[in-house]
């Protein structure tokens, strides 16, 4: 599958986000590879990871988040959807579902999104499969933040920020930092 036609297709090389997206995606692709290569991922899996990690965030395209020019109306959580129903539509199903479940920490429940007032439709998105993890874990340590975009969050950082996701959330992440570092 050669995901740089996908990317290309809706967010193009001439796009303003297109190098948020591109630096971004790349350095979380390779450290979930890193941690497949760890974990002795098959081949199979290790393809999976390299292209679900190129395409997770492409829903970017259609938020409104101008730090990185992208100019779309809807609020910037919902990238997470709009990147589910862009895969799904390119016959991506599977990679669709990591664009979903990659937000937080590997997902978030109904009462999570609930209690956060976040403009999404009130269900669980949770990962259930490992290469999903990895994606997500990898994930974590980078921010879109154009001041930031290259540097890898410190472990320390990152754990203070995820206090405010909730204890659910920081738990798993504690198990997936064992595992997966
Ligand atoms: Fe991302």
Not at 86 to 98: F, K, N, Q, S, W
Not at 167 to 177: D, G, K, N, S, V
């Amino acid at each position: 599958m050669d995901y740089f036609s996908i990317i290309h297709k809706y967010i193009p090389p001439s796009s303003p986000v297109y190098h948020f997206y591109i630096i971004h995606v790349t350095l979380v692709t390779a450290k979930a590879l890193a941690i497949a290569n760890r974990l002795e991922f098959s081949e199979e899996q290790k393809r999976f990871v390299e292209e679900a990690g190129m395409l997770h965030d492409i829903g970017i395209i259609r938020v409104n988040a101008p730090d990185i020019n992208c100019r779309g109306s809807l609020a910037y959580v919902m990238h997470i959807k709009e990147g589910k129903k862009i895969l799904e539509a390119e016959g991506l199903p599977e990679h669709a579902r990591v664009a979903e479940n990659h937000f937080g920490v590997g997902g978030i429940t109904k009462e999570e999104i609930e209690n956060a007032d976040l403009k999404l439709p009130p269900e669980n998105i949770m990962c259930q499969r490992i290469e999903d993890k990895v994606i997500s874990y990898a994930d974590l340590f980078y921010s879109k933040n154009p001041n930031k975009i290259f540097n890898e969050i410190p472990l320390d950082a990152l754990k203070l920020k995820l206090d405010s996701y909730g204890t659910r959330q920081r738990q798993i992440f504690e198990l997936w930092h064992k595992e997966f570092s």
